[in-house]
């Protein structure tokens, strides 16, 4: 795979009318419309200046501006609330990864609880990036485990596994889009132009581990409940037709923060960091204790690793 960016291949690359002839030498064109057809009522809500708003990578900074006031007033028109929507870029010299340590991890589900607020996810789906999966002691077999279990937790005999994206350094979902609307950026982390997605799902697909969303409907937050600092790139409210996904919390991460995720950790299971600060914790993580990719065997290259106490 290549690791070069909708912007590497040369600004004014990706246009809409370049966009449908991808979608359509990569499925024929009879599959392609099929493909379309579902999307077809997401279409009537897209303002002008939506439709005609360049590649966030083709954008210079006035019109990056002009596009997130636009976005701000948008959101206090459609939701009632004031927000301010920033674009935090990545710091030179970082690249983030994560490593959650299986041994304590009681399947509490705090982490996809601050994930569902941080990231301003719809109310009625209780949606969230993270997953977290009641398995049998000995066991990874995802299809005998549960992401929906209702009893107390830990429970005797099982161990709990949360999934999110894993920031691949090989992403599949980046590989098979086909208006390069989504990306990995300097620091490892995998984004998405909302305003930019056709909503094939195509990426949704290609994820191994099932870390993307598709907004089926416009998301129901009350205005009391937004998280009003929010990023282009990250957990503004994305809308409806488009897929969406976790990125590390992009909008705290790059300013210093730790993940929400993190923070809500009761156990401390959860570590974060730059991966080429040989003093981080990341790093004494990944050096000293026993690490678990998933899903290694097909060569991704993931920022997320699973690690257990001697």
Same mark, same amino acid.
């Given at each position: ?7 590497e ?7 809409r ?7 359509t ?13 579902p ?22 900074d ?27 870029r ?14 304590? !991890?009681? =399947? +509490? /589900?705090? #982490?996809?609880? $601050? &994930? ?8 009625? *789906? ?11 002691n ?27 994206c ?9 590989d ?20 930019? !997605?056709? =909503? +094939? /799902?195509? #990426?949704e697909? $290609? &994820? ?8 089926? *409907? ?14 282009y ?29 993190l923070e809500a950790c ?7 960091g ?7 914790e ?10 678990y ?18």
């Open positions: 795979m290549s690791d070069t960016t909708p912007e291949h040369g600004r004014g690359a990706v246009t009318r370049t966009a449908v002839k991808a979608g030498a990569l499925l024929g064109a009879g599959a392609f419309a099929r493909a379309m057809a999307l077809t009522s997401f279409t009537k809500d897209i303002t002008i200046d939506e439709f005609l708003q360049k590649h966030y990578l083709e954008l210079d006035a019109h990056l501006q002009k596009v997130l006031r636009r976005l701000e007033k948008e959101t206090k028109d459609e939701y009632g609330a004031d927000v301010q929507i920033s674009d935090v990545p710091t030179p010299g970082v690249q983030f990864g994560y490593a959650l340590n299986l041994s304590v !991890c009681t =399947g +509490c /589900r705090r #982490c996809a609880d $601050a &994930c569902h607020h941080e990231n301003n996810h719809d109310r009625r *789906t209780n949606n969230s990036y993270i997953r977290v999966f009641e398995l049998s000995g066991s990874l077999d995802f299809s005998e485990g549960s992401v929906d279990y209702d009893h107390t937790v830990p429970q005797p005999g099982k161990f709990y596994m949360p999934v999110q894993h920031q691949c350094d090989e992403p599949p979902c980046v098979v889009c086909p208006v390069q609307a989504t990306w990995k950026e300097a620091d490892g982390i995998v984004v998405v132009d909302y305003n930019w !997605c056709i =909503g +094939c /799902r195509y #990426c697909a $290609a &994820c191994p581990y099932h870390a993307r969303r598709f907004n089926w *409907t416009k998301p129901e937050i009350p205005a009391e409940e937004i998280n009003t600092e929010q990023s790139l990250s957990n503004r409210i994305r809308p409806q037709g488009v897929v969406e996904k976790c990125t590390f919390c992009l909008h705290r991460t790059r300013k210093g923060r730790l993940p929400a995720c009761p156990t401390g299971a959860r570590v974060f730059n991966l080429l600060d040989p003093n981080s990341i790093r004494r993580v990944l050096e000293t204790k026993r690490v990719v998933l899903k290694e065997e097909l060569g991704l290259k993931p920022r997320f690793f699973y690690f257990f106490d001697e």
